[in-house]
């Protein structure tokens, strides 16, 4: 992939979940190569697969390395790719019978989701892909120490636009908090990932996980040629 910068562990901040629009896929093996033939790169994809429950994770690079995922922030933190195709707003045909079987995913439903102050009609991600980000998300949060949290305006509602100054929130981003010219990761119950999330980091028995200890939880798997 392209050029790894090292940062420390301390200055750890962030996960920042989105699907690309520069490699939005049907797999994560063709959002992997879209990304090195764009010079981009990511810590963690998320396949569009089921495996008992759960869609395959893929780990690119070791968490201390900064991948070119989210501008500003790519010190900060991980970032992870959810990979499939969204944009039901351009062609609501994208998981068609024939294109499922063509591609070999599963069927995905259209949802409407407000970001950057428009809705939109998108293709959300499939449960067993929710259910890895939510693995991901506890593992990361519990690793670090970072909080299992999306900002959120006074009201109380998680902000799907722009933050002032997104380097300053520790915990959870979606690629929109980041530039305004991006939407992802929409049509993802953030809410109820959050809510998930908060209730495993209650009952976990280890509250502070070395980082050594990441590399153990998920098993490596590679899409490398």
């Known amino acids: 992939m392209s050029e790894v910068r090292l940062f420390r562990p301390r200055n750890l901040t962030t996960l920042v979940v989105s699907y690309s629009d520069h490699s939005v896929t049907y797999t994560a093996k063709t959002c992997y190569d879209v990304l090195v033939n ?51 707003w351009e062609n609501v045909n994208l998981y068609s019978e024939a294109n499922r079987k063509k591609y070999n995913v599963p069927e995905h439903q259209i949802v409407n989701d407000t970001i950057q102050n428009r809705t939109l009609k998108v293709f959300a991600p499939t449960q067993a892909q929710i259910n890895t980000v939510e693995a991901l998300v506890y593992t990361i949060c519990l690793a670090l120490n970072l909080p299992a949290a999306f900002p959120r305006d006074v009201h109380g509602n998680i902000v799907k636009g722009v933050l002032p100054a997104p380097k300053s929130h520790r915990g959870l981003l979606g690629h929109f908090n980041i530039s305004v010219q991006k939407i992802d990761p929409a049509g993802l119950d953030l809410d109820s990932i959050e809510d998930n999330v908060k209730a495993k980091l209650t009952n976990a028995t280890d509250k502070n996980p070395i980082l050594s200890e990441f590399d153990s939880v998920f098993i490596k798997k590679t899409i490398l040629p």
Not at 45 to 69: C, F, M, R
């Open 38 to 88: 764009r010079g981009l790169s990511c810590t963690f994809l998320i396949d569009d697969d089921n495996k008992d429950g759960y869609a395959t994770l893929y780990q690119t690079l070791d968490v201390k390395e900064a991948a070119w995922s989210h501008g500003p922030l790519n010190s900060s933190g991980a970032g992870v790719e959810i990979c499939y195709m969204p944009q039901a």
